[in-house]
């Protein structure tokens, strides 16, 4: 995975804002309640990442996350600190819409098709090595504009 993003200026602007934003609450609580290594954490905490730059890049999409980006979501929703980061990231709140694509057959196949829409951006951002293991999260994200 890279972490070099085309659009390099952008991405490093958006860094600042989240220089900004203590995640470390969310690590913990994915500790907590997922479980997970610190190293899977430092890995879904990049993505995360990856994928909030994106909603920023992109404020007018909507957004299908892989699961384990969505839950690290799930982990910052729970923080008290969320609406504040969001407002430092975005000046707007995110929007994220559980259900997503098990709601009959054509939602599915707008849910599959924001998802693939979602791993070409992130391809063509951060040049990630292997996209296909990545499964859906049954949401949507998008930014309340």
């Known amino acids: 995975m890279n972490s070099t993003p085309t ?3 952008e991405y490093t602007q958006f860094s600042h804002k989240l220089a900004q934003v ?3 609450p969310v690590a913990q609580r994915l500790s907590q309640t997922e479980g997970w290594s610190d190293q899977q954490i430092e890995q879904a905490m990049v993505r995360y990442q990856q994928f909030l730059f994106l909603i920023q ?3 007018d999409q ?3 996350p892989d699961r384990e980006t969505d839950s690290v979501l799930h982990a910052h929703l729970e923080t008290d600190q969320y609406v504040r ?3 430092i ?3 707007a709140d995110l929007l994220h819409e ?3 694509g098990t709601r009959g057959e054509a939602d599915r196949c707008s849910w599959l098709e924001r998802f693939n829409y979602t791993k070409a951006l992130i391809q063509q951002h951060f040049n990630w ?3 296909n293991a990545l499964k859906p999260a049954n949401c949507v994200v998008q930014l309340a504009v």
């Open 7 to 9: 659009g390099f200026a």
């Open 22 to 24: 203590d995640l470390g």
């Open 57 to 59: 890049q992109y404020p």
């Open 62 to 64: 909507e957004f299908v």
């Open 85 to 87: 980061d969001c407002q």
């Open 89 to 91: 990231l975005f000046g």
């Open 98 to 100: 559980n259900g997503f």
């Open 129 to 131: 090595a292997s996209l």
